[in-house]
């Protein structure tokens, strides 16, 4: 696989070997391959933002593996990420605010990360199938995202993070927005699409 094209019609760019398109249901993506889109949607660099993904993944060892990052890895760029057996993190180059409790492996779960616009890192949350996380830690809270480059990249190794681990998506999307009644409204539709509990 070469490219792949999201409904909204979103190029992107494989990068690594291995990635697998499962019957028009998923795309697997192994180890350190990954999707990338030369896009941020017009985002400004702290905007209010609802990043949802389904997905699911094999038992987990590494600390931090990325689900997706909006920015470049020049630093200060917007992601979220999965690890190990008890976090998930809003991720980003300088810090990152790890949250838990995390999922079971090999099953299917929607995942919202959101935040307000001009929010500190800090302030970021996840919702994990319909119930909010709660921080196990976080570094550098008071920073603010100012990367503004061009690319959405879902899967693939963070620089300076540990090694990227296998991720399947069913579906992804990125709101600018941010509110209670919105992400309850994708755990319905998730639900009743793909099945993922509430």
């Not at 616009?117 to 199938?129: H, K, M, Q, V």
């Amino acid at each position: 696989m070469t490219t792949w094209t999201g409904q909204g019609r979103t190029v992107f760019t494989a990068s690594g070997t291995g990635i697998t398109y499962t019957s028009g249901q998923s795309v697997v993506l192994p180890g350190p391959a990954y999707l990338s889109a030369a896009t941020r949607f017009g985002l400004a660099a702290n905007p209010a933002l609802t990043v949802y993904a389904v997905f699911r993944h094999p038992a987990l060892t590494e600390l931090d593996s990325r689900v997706w990052q909006l920015g470049d890895d020049g630093g200060n760029s917007l992601a979220g990420g999965v690890g190990d057996t008890t976090n998930y993190s809003w991720r980003y180059d300088g810090g990152n605010r790890q949250m838990g409790p995390a999922t079971v492996a090999n099953q299917w779960r929607v995942i919202i990360f959101h935040r307000a616009a001009d929010a500190t890192y800090g302030e970021g949350n996840i919702r994990l199938s319909g119930t909010p996380l709660t921080e196990n830690s976080v570094g550098n809270p008071t920073g603010v995202p100012t990367n503004v480059a061009d690319l959405l990249t879902l899967g693939g190794y963070v620089v300076g993070l540990d090694a990227q681990e296998q991720l399947e998506f069913a579906e992804f999307g990125v709101l600018n927005a941010n509110d209670t009644a919105l992400h309850e409204r994708i755990e319905g539709y998730t639900s009743w699409k793909w099945g993922t509990p509430v």
